[in-house]
C-alpha cells in the first residue's frame, strides 16, 4: 500500500511570519510605495474585469466606457523576451529565428565608438542633442568615402533574371507573325530583358496582385471596406525600447517590428475575432512612398455585407465628444484631421495647383448619402447641426477646424490602436476598380531619360525608378511579408487564340524567323 502523502501544514504559517517581517523592516515610504503598487495592480484587474466584451461585430456596438486597447486580444506586449542565444530582445510568440536563427548565426560583437563620438552618440547632454538633430548634415560631408551597400541582395536577385534572360527574348506569337508578315525589323521584335513577376515590388508582380483582387471581386462580389492604417511613431511599445536621446526616426527597426505585430493583430482582430463580421477573403500590401514610416492598405470582403443604415455605426467622420469619450477625441484631433490646408495653410504637402490633392475641406452633410458614383458623403454636421469643432496648430497658429477636415475612421480600430486609420465603405463600381488598382500600385518611382528605339530594358528601368527608404530596408531584411492574402489565387497557364508566349534565342535571324521557326 503506496504511504499517504502528507501535506504541508506550514506553507501558509512561513509565508505569514516573511511577510510581518518585511513589513516591519519597512520604513514609511518603502512601505506606501508597496501599498501604491498593489493598488495599482487591483485597479488593473478590476478594470480588465469590467471592460470584458464580445468582440462579434462589436464594430457596430461602440462602446464609449471600455478602453479597447486593454484587450488582450489587441495588446501585442513588450519585446521581454530574450534570446538565450544573443541575448536580443523579442516580443512574445515572435518568430524564433529572426535574430540569430537559434543560435545558428553568430555575428562578431559591435567594437564600441571611440571617444568623444560614443558620449555624443549616447549622451543625453546638450551638445550630444546637437550631434544627434544635425547628424546627418555631418555625414554628408564625408559621404564620397562611404560605401553604399545599398540593395544588395535584391539587386543580386535583378542580377539572376538578367543572366537567365541575357540570350533570350520573348513575344506572344501574334506580335510577331504580325511583324514579320510586316517585313518589319526583327531586331525590335520581342522585349530584351524581362523582370518577372517572381520578384517582389516589380511591375509585373503587383500587375498580378491587382488581377488576384479583381478575381476576388468576380467571385464575392465589391469588397466592403477599405482601410489604410498607419504607423504611429508615437506608440507606447516603440517609445519604451529607445535609448536616452533616441526618437524613432534614429530605430527603424523598433518601428519596423513594432508595425508588423501590430499590423498582425489588427488583421487578428478583423479576421478572427469578427469585429465587422465572419470575413471571407482579404488581402493587404504594405508600402513607404519615401515617408519612411510604413502604411498598410487592406481590403475586407465581409460574409454579410453592411446595409446603408448600418454605415454611421461603422465609420465616423465627426470629431467625437470631449467629455463623452475623452480618450477618442484625443486619439482622433491627434491623427486624423487632414492638414488643414489650402488657404489655411497653402504650403500644405498636399496641395498641388493651389488644390488639395485629397479634396480636402469635405461637404457638410447631415445624413450620410451612398448614391454618389464613389465613396460615400459620411455625415458630417455643422457646428450649428450640433457639430463640433477644435482648435489645432498649423505654423504656431491656433486655427479651429470643424468635421469637414475629418478622415473617415472607425471609432473602434481608432481607440484600439490609436493611431491613423482611414476606414471607407465600398460600394460603386468605380470606387472598386481605383482601390483595387491602388492597393496594389507598388512602390513610388521617378525616372526620366532618353532611349533607344530597341532598349526595353524592364531590369533597368525597375533598378533606376526605384526608391527604398529606410524603414522598407529594414522590413526586407526582417524578411517580413509585403502582401498578404486569403484565399489563395491560383493562375492557370491559359492564353487566348495566337496569344502564347514564343522564345526567340538571341541570335536569331530574319530568314531564320521567316523559314523554319515560324512554319506553324
Excluded at 541575448?87 to 564600441?112: D, M, V
Aim: aromatic residues 10%; proline residues 5%.
Amino acid at each position: 500500500m503506496p504511504a499517504i502523502r502528507r501535506t504541508n501544514l506550514g506553507r501558509r504559517t512561513r509565508n505569514a511570519a516573511s511577510q510581518r517581517y518585511i513589513r516591519t523592516s519597512q520604513i514609511d515610504e518603502q512601505r506606501e510605495e508597496r501599498n501604491e503598487v498593489e493598488r495599482n495592480r487591483r485597479n488593473r484587474s478590476q478594470q480588465h474585469r469590467n471592460v470584458a466584451f464580445n468582440p462579434y461585430r462589436a464594430a457596430f456596438n461602440y462602446n464609449v466606457t471600455i478602453d479597447y486597447s486593454s484587450q488582450q486580444i489587441v495588446d501585442i506586449g513588450s519585446m521581454n523576451i530574450v534570446c538565450p542565444h544573443c541575448k536580443a530582445f523579442k516580443f512574445k510568440n515572435g518568430a524564433p529565428g529572426i535574430c540569430c536563427a537559434s543560435g545558428q548565426i553568430k555575428l562578431t560583437p559591435l567594437i564600441p565608438p571611440p571617444e568623444p563620438l560614443h558620449s555624443l552618440v549616447s549622451g543625453n547632454g546638450r551638445d550630444s542633442i546637437h550631434f544627434l538633430n544635425t547628424i546627418q548634415q555631418y555625414n554628408n560631408c564625408f559621404q564620397m568615402t562611404s560605401f553604399g551597400a545599398t540593395k544588395v541582395v535584391r539587386d543580386n536577385l535583378c542580377l539572376l533574371s538578367r543572366l537567365n534572360q541575357a540570350k533570350l527574348r520573348s513575344e506572344e506569337y501574334i506580335h510577331l507573325r504580325d511583324a514579320i508578315n510586316a517585313y518589319g525589323n526583327a531586331q525590335n521584335v520581342g522585349r530584351t530583358t524581362i523582370l518577372s513577376a517572381t520578384y517582389v515590388g516589380s511591375p509585373r508582380h503587383m500587375h498580378e496582385y491587382a488581377q488576384d483582387a479583381m478575381s476576388y471581386v468576380r467571385h464575392y462580389g465589391s469588397p466592403d471596406l477599405f482601410i489604410t492604417f498607419t504607423c504611429n511613431p508615437q506608440w507606447t511599445e516603440i517609445r519604451q525600447e529607445l535609448f536616452p536621446g533616441q526618437s524613432p526616426i534614429d530605430r527603424h527597426d523598433i518601428t519596423a517590428r513594432v508595425f508588423k505585430r501590430k499590423l498582425k493583430s489588427l488583421m487578428d482582430f478583423i479576421v478572427k475575432h469578427r469585429i465587422f463580421g465572419a470575413t471571407r477573403c482579404w488581402m493587404y500590401s504594405v508600402e513607404w512612398q519615401k515617408r519612411g514610416l510604413p502604411h498598410a492598405h487592406i481590403l475586407i470582403w465581409l460574409v454579410e455585407k453592411i446595409r446603408p443604415n448600418e454605415i454611421d455605426d461603422v465609420i465616423s467622420a465627426e470629431i467625437p465628444d470631449n467629455l463623452e469619450d475623452p480618450l477618442l477625441h484625443e486619439v482622433v484631433t491627434k491623427n486624423m484631421i487632414h492638414g488643414p490646408c489650402g488657404i489655411l495653410n497653402p504650403i500644405s504637402p498636399c496641395m498641388v495647383g493651389g488644390k488639395c490633392s485629397k479634396r480636402f475641406p469635405r461637404q457638410l452633410v447631415a445624413e450620410t448619402i451612398t448614391g454618389n458614383d464613389g465613396y460615400p458623403l459620411y455625415r458630417r454636421r455643422s457646428t450649428e447641426d450640433n457639430g463640433r469643432s477644435t482648435m489645432v496648430k498649423v505654423n504656431r497658429l491656433d486655427i479651429e477646424v470643424d468635421n469637414r477636415w475629418l478622415v473617415p475612421f472607425s471609432p473602434l480600430l481608432c481607440k484600439t490602436f490609436k493611431a491613423h486609420i482611414n476606414v471607407e465603405f465600398c460600394h460603386s463600381v468605380k470606387s472598386i476598380k481605383y482601390i483595387c488598382k491602388y492597393v496594389n500600385k507598388g512602390s513610388d518611382m521617378a525616372v526620366f531619360g532618353v532611349a533607344a528605339e530597341n532598349s526595353s530594358d524592364e531590369i533597368t528601368q525597375f533598378q533606376t525608378g526605384r526608391y527604398v527608404s529606410s524603414n522598407e530596408a529594414m522590413w526586407r531584411i526582417f524578411s517580413f511579408a509585403i502582401h498578404e492574402r486569403h484565399p489563395t489565387v491560383i493562375h492557370l497557364a491559359v492564353h487566348l487564340e495566337n496569344g502564347q508566349e514564343y522564345i526567340l534565342p538571341r541570335r536569331t535571324y530574319y530568314n531564320e524567323l521567316t523559314g523554319r521557326h515560324l512554319q506553324h
